[in-house]
Antibody, heavy 115, light 111 residues
Framework: EAQLLESGGGLVQPGGSLRLSCAASGFTFSRYAMSWVRQAPGKGLECVSVIGDIGIRYADSVKGRFTISRDNSKNTVYLQMNSLRAEDTAVYFC??????????WGQGTMVTVSS | QSALTQPPSASGSPGQSVTISCTGTSSDVGGYNYVSWYQQHPGKAPKLMIYEVSQRPSGVPDRFSGSKSGNTASLTVSGLQAEDEADYYCSAYAGSNNPYVFGTGTKVTVL
């Protein structure tokens, strides 16, 4: 069974940095495009970054501040988040991309940006 | 990239059907047959219910069906059950530069 487990969330001050990790198991990680999707409290879903056959893409809201990467030897995808703002406060999910859909999701990790 | 437009809420009695719309543009919903739908219960991760407009992943009941006409996609839940009460989001592929956009979300209530 495919599983994803995010970690690295927490409380950070505005302007600070965090690195999220997403460990994959139960499937051939290197064959899948991966994504990070966030959900602000009480709000909808936003795809913030994708890494796969199309290369690397970012939402305009995080471009220049967030960096996605992956280590296929560790079955892990990362999201380095710099210059964090209050509006980045959200639950961050990682998800596999399959047939242009977000197939398998992790349980999410909460990021709170506050002084 | 603007979010796709969904109605904020929809409701139906057990056994009835409910249909949720998802309106985008010719650059996303109308441009590709890559619309997907997600169910999200409170405090949980989203779950893929429909991909490629009308395909159901293994394990998703056939009560869930999807369709598309022009720039609007739809999700229909037939034979509503109590466990169908959740938030539903659509998503569409929008090209390689800004690949995925989500809908605004619809809260489905089973009366």
């Amino acid at each position: 069974e495919a599983q994803l487990l995010e970690s690295g969330g927490g409380l950070v001050q505005p302007g600070g940095s965090l690195r999220l990790s997403c460990a994959a198991s139960g499937f051939t990680f290197s064959r899948y495009a991966m994504s990070w999707v966030r959900q602000a409290p009480g709000k909808g879903l936003e795809c913030v970054s994708v890494i796969g056959d199309i290369g690397i893409r970012y939402a305009d809201s995080v471009k220049g501040r967030f960096t996605i990467s992956r280590d296929n030897s560790k079955n892990t995808v990362y999201l380095q988040m710099n210059s964090l703002r209050a509006e980045d406060t959200a639950v961050y999910f990682c998800a596999t991309l399959w047939n242009y859909a977000f197939e398998t999701w992790g349980q999410g990790t909460m990021v709170t940006v506050s002084s | 990239q603007s979010a796709l437009t969904q109605p904020p809420s929809a409701s139906g009695s057990p056994g009835q059907s409910v249909t949720i719309s998802c309106t985008g543009t010719s650059s996303d919903v109308g441009g590709y047959n890559y619309v997907s739908w997600y169910q999200q219960h409170p405090g949980k991760a989203p779950k893929l219910m429909i991909y490629e407009v009308s395909q159901r992943p293994s394990g998703v009941p056939d009560r869930f069906s999807g369709s598309k006409s022009g720039n609007t996609a739809s999700l229909t839940v037939s034979g509503l059950q109590a466990e169908d009460e959740a938030d539903y989001y659509c998503s569409a592929y929008a090209g390689s530069n800004n690949p995925y956009v989500f809908g605004t979300g619809t809260k489905v209530t089973v009366l």
